[in-house]
């Protein structure tokens, strides 16, 4: 059992900064999800975190102790990546039993531990073969019985599902999950840039951008209460509409009116001296639904029509920039080139200020 603490973390390689500052507080058998935009950092962090890049400043605390000159072997750290790592040559029990056997650990609990973690793993039948004999999901499983077997404290996930396919990658992320229920006590830290797998494992997501913490927090709250813009705009697919709009006034009866729209009312703690401030107006596409009545937000041109199976995607063209996106029910009534009005309850409309800070919801 180990909880983390980092303080104020920066990674340069030479002139180029990578990390700039970064705090958090992890417990002790929490699932830590760090997610952002390619090369905002995640991997770095991780890789301080294991050990396996020097950290150029601050602290990291593993157990209560600092870590920072500590060899990756001695933090009690498993860490799996995505290119599986395992030896070519030797058997899946071999590979499984090498970390044990370097430790000097005695034949017989390596080998229950070994068969142990195959049997989480379920893949005891493969023990005898070699990598190479195995599927891309078998390998990886090989990887993270590798790691069980080490018995560590932290165990960290370096995009370890990227390099298998859709359905493979959906009942690996179940085991995984399955893993950290069975392992409770065990921190784990997963790097991923796929949105699903981070609103489905994670405790916590940590979402990082050029190397800062943009937020941090449960899935569900980023989702439903992001703390900016970037955030607003990160979580979800297809990802929040984002309108420029003018604040039309603040207070009890704060209301907003995007570019081409009508003014509209929104729940947002809006101060009133905002009022003619440039902000910026977000509604989620799940949250918009079809209107006959007076209390359309948007009105426009349908672009384009898709129909993804269980839903059905429509772009509206309301004269701004950008189409704007509506997640609806299948079969409705309208076809591409004719006119539709949406609209959505009050409570999912957001609002952030010029800088892209989002004002609470009230
Ligand atoms: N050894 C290195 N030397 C110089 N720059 C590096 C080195 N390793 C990483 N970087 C830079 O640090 C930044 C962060 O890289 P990192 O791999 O942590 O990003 P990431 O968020 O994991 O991206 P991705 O999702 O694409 O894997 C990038 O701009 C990268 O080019």
Redesign the pocket.
């Known amino acids: 059992m180990a909880g983390l603490l980092l303080r104020d973390i920066k990674k340069a390689?030479?002139t180029?900064k990578?990390l700039h500052g970064i705090d958090l507080d992890i417990k002790s058998g929490e699932f830590i999800v760090f997610v952002?935009?390619?090369?905002?950092?995640?991997?770095?962090?991780l890789?301080l975190i294991a050990g396996l890049e020097d950290i150029t400043s601050g602290t990291l605390q593993i157990d209560g102790k600092v870590v920072n000159q500590l060899a990756p072997s001695k933090r009690g750290i498993a860490m799996v990546f995505q290119s599986y790592a395992l030896y070519p040559h030797m058997t899946v029990y071999d590979n499984m039993a090498f970390g044990m056997k370097l430790g000097g650990g005695g034949k017989e609990e390596i080998d229950r531990r070994v068969r142990e973690a195959a049997d989480i793993l379920q893949i005891t039948p493969y023990l005898d073969r070699l990598p190479k004999q195995l599927s891309g999901g078998q390998r990886q499983r090989v990887a993270i019985g590798r790691a069980i077997v080490r018995d560590p404290k932290v165990f960290l996930f370096d995009?370890p599902l990227s390099n298998l396919d859709a359905a493979l990658r959906v009942q690996t992320r179940i085991e995984i999950n399955k893993l950290h229920e069975r392992m409770s006590g065990v921190t784990m830290i997963y790097?991923t840039?796929d949105q699903v797998e981070a609103m489905t494992l994670a405790d916590r997501i940590v979402v990082?951008n050029a190397?800062r913490v943009e937020q941090v927090g449960a899935p569900m709250e980023l989702y439903h209460h992001p703390d900016n813009l970037f955030v607003a705009k990160f979580l979800g697919s297809p990802s929040m509409n984002t309108i420029p709009c003018v604040i039309e006034s603040g207070g009890a009866n704060a209301a907003v009116r995007p570019n081409g729209c009508e003014a509209i009312r929104v729940q947002a703690a809006i101060p009133e001296g905002a009022k003619g401030a440039k902000a910026t107006f977000g509604v989620r596409p799940e949250d918009l639904e079809i209107t006959t009545g007076d209390d359309a937000i948007f009105r426009g041109t349908i672009d384009i029509v898709e129909q993804l199976g269980e839903v059905t995607l429509v772009y509206v063209d309301i004269g701004t920039d950008e189409p704007i996106v509506a997640k609806l029910e299948n079969d409705i009534p309208f076809a591409k080139g004719e006119q539709i009005a949406l609209t959505s309850p009050l409570k999912h409309l957001q609002v952030f200020d010029e800088k892209g800070v989002a004002y609470r919801r009230t």
Request: glycine letters at 24%.
């Open positions: 390689y030479g180029v990578v952002g935009p390619s090369g905002c950092g995640k991997s770095t962090l890789r995009e790097v840039h990082l190397g």
